[in-house]
């Protein structure tokens, strides 16, 4: 039984010079699973990161769709699947398909099912790099990062 943190990882913080579309100023508030679902509309793959046992990052690009407040990929190579298996903390990276856009980063727990791998999301967040002139206070990160909070919720690995 895995537990999920809930809520915001970073205190309220408003949305850069060009927003974003569809949130509201300030991070504060929970996002939920629905509006990953819409903001997922935006991409048109991901790549998908395991861990092997030699502790290097494999990855793939996949197509990933929400169903049931679950990530499901379906189409897994023999690698992907024995790095499930032994290490089932994976993340997924959508790229933006225009270099000012957000990418959009998902960390969940996955495990296999039948022919698909089901990931449930613990936490997303849209980075990019911040602009030049951009300037952090409070020793914060210096890219340009707006954390999708999800809520908590058991999960149970197979």
Known sequence: MTRLRSGP???????PAGGFPGYRAVMSIEVTLRQLARTLTRYRF???????????????????TLVNNTLLVRD?????????????????????ANPSDYSLIVD??????????TVAPTRA???????????TTG????????????????????
């Open 76 to 96: 897994l190579g023999r690698r992907t699947r024995a790095n499930v298996v032994t290490r089932p903390s994976v993340t997924l990276v959508w790229p933006p």
């Open 139 to 158: 020793g914060g990160c210096k890219s340009d990062c707006v954390e999708l909070p999800i809520a908590a919720r058991n999960v149970r690995s197979s």
């Open 125 to 135: 967040v849209l980075h990019r790099p911040a602009r030049p002139q951009t300037t």
């Open 46 to 64: 991901a790549y998908l990161l395991t861990i092997g046992d030699d502790a290097r990052t494999h990855v793939v690009a996949v197509s990933a």
């Open 108 to 117: 969940g727990v996955g495990s296999l099912r039948d022919d698909e791998l």
């Open 9 to 15: 990882r970073v205190a309220p913080r408003t949305v």
